[in-house]
């Protein structure tokens, strides 16, 4: 059974920093595409970072314009549970969401939000001035 569990959300003011957390368990994909997305209350779920994989390997990564420069995606395969990391520094008011993981069997290239077979609960990010 698959399950993608974030964790790391919370309130930060503009210009601060936070770090997401995803648990992945039971995917058994060789080569994978794990990514971030995040939906604002309101607006459609974007895409905001991608990473991919083959093996324990990181591959490419991939960036949404409006966070390219301020976040890291990154993931780490050490203790038998793959991680995936998002790093977000000089946060906006912009960013604040529900931030979810999620993952496909694959590439990451040419993929869309729709082209992703799991998703966890999400975790939210709140900036405030």
């Known amino acids: 059974q698959v399950q993608l569990v974030e964790s790391g959300g919370g309130s930060v003011q503009a210009g601060g920093s936070l770090r997401l957390s995803c648990a992945a368990s039971?995917?058994?994909?060789?080569?994978?595409?794990m990514g971030w997305f995040r939906q604002a209350q309101g607006k459609e779920r974007e895409e905001v970072a991608k990473i991919y994989s083959v093996g324990g390997a990181s591959g490419n990564t991939y960036y949404s314009d409006s966070v390219k420069g301020r976040f890291t995606i990154s993931q780490d395969n050490a203790k038998n549970t793959l991680m995936v990391y998002l790093e977000m520094k000089s946060l906006k008011l912009e960013d604040t969401a529900m931030y979810y993981c999620?993952?496909?069997?694959?590439?990451?290239?040419?993929?869309?939000?729709?082209?992703?077979?799991?998703w966890g609960q999400g975790t939210q990010v709140t900036i405030s001035s």
């Open positions: 039971g995917l058994s994909y060789s080569r994978k595409c």
């Open positions: 999620a993952a496909r069997g694959g590439n990451c290239a040419g993929s869309s939000l729709a082209d992703f077979d799991y």
